[in-house]
């Protein structure tokens, strides 16, 4: 069975940064592409950029380029995501999701709350 | 950017019902590159469609993809109670990979 296990909560400060990490089982972890997407409180769905975990190559949204970085270490099946320059608009759920096209497995989502 | 519409916002239906949500591209998109996905409160969305009409693993049969170009649809045929959720259309054809704004099918 294909898992996603993502890290706990956070609650950051304005300008501070982030790292979510998202520990894979179930499938060989170089297989997939690994996303990364949030959810704003009651609002929709945002891709932030994935990686490709046999080579390391990112391609990021335009948005978030400069803000945010994924890397994926292959010894321990574990994604990060960290997200820089924090605002209280940063404020969601985030995502890890597989790929090789659609999303087709999710982690359960980490909420961060940026607030001073 | 490829921006997706998806109307309605909301459907009110009653189980057994038939729904039928829309998704509109700001350009033509490869087929093989839409997704159509669901999401409950507290829990992370779920693939229902790929490549604009192929079921996901476990997906029924109540759930249907179709369209091409700019134009795609979600056919629920009758209802269930746990048909009641929110619904993404997505696009991965091209970088950013985009997602709509969301249908919520609510129960009438």
């Known amino acids: 069975e294909v898992q996603l296990v993502q890290s706990g909560a956070e609650v950051k400060r304005p300008g501070s940064t982030v790292r979510i990490s998202c520990k894979v089982s179930?499938?060989?972890?170089?297989?997939?592409?690994m996303h990364w997407v949030r959810q704003a409180p009651g609002k929709g769905l945002e891709w932030l950029g994935f990686?490709?975990?046999?080579?390391?190559?990112?391609i990021y949204a335009e948005k978030f380029q400069g803000r945010v970085t994924v890397t994926a270490d292959t010894s321990t099946d574990t994604a990060y995501m960290h997200l820089s320059s924090l605002t209280s608009e940063d404020t969601a759920v985030y995502y890890c999701?597989?790929?090789?096209?659609?999303?087709?497995?999710w982690g359960q989502g980490t909420l961060v709350t940026v607030s001073s | 950017e490829i921006v997706l519409t998806q109307s309605p916002g909301t459907l009110s239906l009653s189980p057994g019902e038939r729904a039928t949500l829309s998704c509109k591209a700001s350009?033509?998109?490869?087929?093989?590159?839409f997704a159509w996905y669901q999401q409950k409160p507290g829990q992370a969305p779920r693939v229902l469609i790929y490549?604009?009409?192929t079921r996901a693993t476990g997906i029924p049969d109540r759930f249907s993809g179709s369209g091409s170009g700019t134009d795609f649809t979600l056919t629920i045929t009758r209802l269930e109670p746990e048909d009641f959720a929110v619904y993404f259309c997505?696009?991965?054809?091209?970088?950013?990979?985009?997602f709509g704004p969301g249908t919520r099918v609510e129960i009438k």
């Open positions: 999701a597989t790929s090789r096209g659609h999303f087709d497995n």
């Open positions: 179930g499938y060989i972890f170089i297989d997939y592409y």
């Open positions: 990686i490709d975990p046999e080579d390391g190559k990112t």
């Open positions: 350009q033509s998109i490869t087929s093989r590159s």
């Open positions: 490549a604009a009409f």
């Open positions: 997505q696009q991965y054809d091209n970088s950013p990979f985009t």
